[in-house]
């Protein structure tokens, strides 16, 4: 078939046959770090996503070309994902009762109804 | 840029049956259950050997599609006309590339190594999107790339967003706000040349008319032709079959062209009284031909791909030596 290809990649290397083996080996992309980026001073870092890289230093110049080419951000973090500790998200239920504990909470204190109730008996007894 | 309708599926699946049935069934019902509820499932959680399966396969597909549809673009970087244009193009390539590279680790959640999908997509067993597989021959096809198979794109990916795989939906939030910027940019270079001399309306004419077929191949076969969508809708991994897709697609973006007095090479095409559109049933047979290597371009795709992997591999083993040196913690 003639090659009227644009691509210069094809027109002027020698590229091998489509049907010749490459093959990647394991490992070959590195490791996962996980992003977190910080979107301005004092604010949390949040994570965004993740990388593969061959170093921490590596994965963070990845991680400003992925995450950091748009929008504000004013610095990022990187950390391998091995290294992230999480609960089993099958044991999500052991969060459920939080919402219950409302001595936790400002709500669960009703100070306007006992200092309502006080001036409406001090009024009784005037 | 470029999830398509249609994930490619061996012949062979049915191999699968057995595993499937494996399935606890009530592990089943609570996990139909929770995505019923609109709850998200997360890369940890019990999910059906089938889900994940069909998952792998359209993450990992979307990721080639990526990566392989920056290349017929990439070409035109250094022949865009002028410098804004290529500086746009390069945005946008180099936002393909990363959207890739999002995927690929949306993918991994799944359990298939990265090296693994890459060696399926040069070995030809994993696919890519059929459009990639043809030419880019002039500046006015890579508008009619950049507005129009992104628009389509982006019809399929708001709507995968609304999926239920947790990672896949978190990769394609960030995937749809920066597909607005190539949408923009390629409707902008697409209404300069509409808009231009004869010559640059003859051109863009000629673009439409010869990337209008893979564009209706885009959303993948008619729905009377799908055989496994209702699991996949019920999953929560398809969120809207291909007719339906197509035709919000045409609904939006057909008035566009037809605005700036272009054509489609299409006589059948117009929209009915119950707001479908109809138009006339593009080759099939030519569609799966292209997908099983046949395109115009599916050689010369993978040879470049090829060169890229094996030129490259010095540089990720340069890299990999360096020593990982003790850092502080932060914080």
């Known amino acids: 078939m003639e090659n009227n290809s644009l691509d210069p990649r094809v027109n002027r290397l020698h590229l091998s046959d489509a049907a010749s083996l490459v093959i990647v080996n394991d490992g070959e992309n590195w490791n996962v770090y996980e992003v977190f980026h910080q979107e301005k001073r004092g604010a949390h870092h949040e994570h965004v996503g993740c990388v593969h890289a061959p170093s921490p230093q590596l994965a963070l110049v990845f991680a400003k070309e992925q995450f950091g080419r748009r929008k504000k951000c004013v610095n990022i973090w990187v950390v391998r994902s091995v290294d992230i500790l999480a609960f089993e998200v099958e044991d999500e239920d052991m969060f459920a009762n939080n919402l219950d504990k409302t001595y936790r909470d400002a709500s669960g204190f009703k100070v306007m109804e006992k200092i309502n109730k006080y001036k409406a008996q001090q009024r009784e007894e005037k | 840029m470029y999830g398509g309708g249609y994930i490619f599926d061996e012949p062979n699946r049915r191999q699968l049956k057995d595993e499937q049935q494996h399935d606890d069934p009530e592990k089943l019902l609570e996990f139909e259950a929770r995505i019923t509820s609109g709850a998200k499932i997360e890369p940890g959680d019990w999910m059906p050997v089938e889900y994940r399966r069909q998952l792998t396969r359209l993450i990992e597909q979307h990721a080639h599609s990526e990566v392989m549809g920056a290349l017929p673009e990439g070409t035109w970087i250094t022949r865009a006309p002028g410098f804004k244009r290529k500086l746009a193009l390069i945005a946008k390539v180099q936002d393909e590339v990363g959207h890739g590279q999002l995927l690929y680790n949306a993918a991994e959640t799944l359990g298939k190594r990265r090296e693994t999908m890459i060696?399926?997509?040069?070995?030809?067993?994993?696919?890519?999107?059929?459009?990639?597989?043809?030419?880019?021959?002039?500046?006015?096809?890579?508008?009619?790339?950049?507005?129009?198979?992104?628009?389509?794109?982006?019809?399929?990916?708001?709507?995968?967003?609304?999926?239920?795989?947790?990672?896949?939906?978190?990769?394609?939030?960030?995937?749809?706000?920066?597909?607005?910027?190539?949408?923009?940019?390629?409707?902008?270079?697409?209404?300069?040349?509409?808009?231009?001399?004869?010559?640059?309306?003859?051109?863009?004419?000629?673009?439409?008319?010869?990337?209008?077929?893979?564009?209706?191949?885009?959303?993948?076969p008619p729905d009377k032709n799908s055989v496994h969508s209702e699991k996949l809708m019920q999953w929560k991994v398809k969120m809207a079959s291909n007719d339906d897709m197509r035709n919000q697609f045409l609904d939006a973006y057909v008035p566009k062209i037809w605005e700036l007095g272009m054509t489609l090479p299409d006589a059948n095409l117009q929209k009915n009284s119950e707001g479908r559109w109809g138009y006339s049933d593009p080759d099939w047979d030519l569609f799966f031909k292209v997908i099983n290597g046949d395109g115009p371009c599916n050689s010369e795709r993978i040879k470049v791909r090829k060169w890229a992997e094996e030129s490259g591999r010095w540089v990720r083993q340069a890299l990999m030596n360096s020593a990982n040196a003790k850092v502080l913690p932060v914080a």
């Open chain 2, 119 to 220: 060696n399926d997509l040069l070995s030809g067993k994993s696919k890519y999107s059929n459009v990639f597989n043809y030419p880019a021959e002039t500046w006015a096809d890579v508008t009619v790339i950049g507005f129009l198979i992104d628009a389509a794109a982006i019809v399929n990916q708001v709507a995968n967003a609304k999926g239920s795989y947790g990672p896949y939906c978190r990769a394609l939030e960030r995937i749809c706000y920066e597909e607005s910027f190539h949408l923009k940019q390629g409707h902008d270079a697409f209404i300069e040349l509409a808009t231009g001399t004869k010559m640059q309306r003859d051109m863009v004419q000629d673009a439409l008319n010869r990337w209008w077929q893979p564009i209706m191949h885009f959303f993948g």
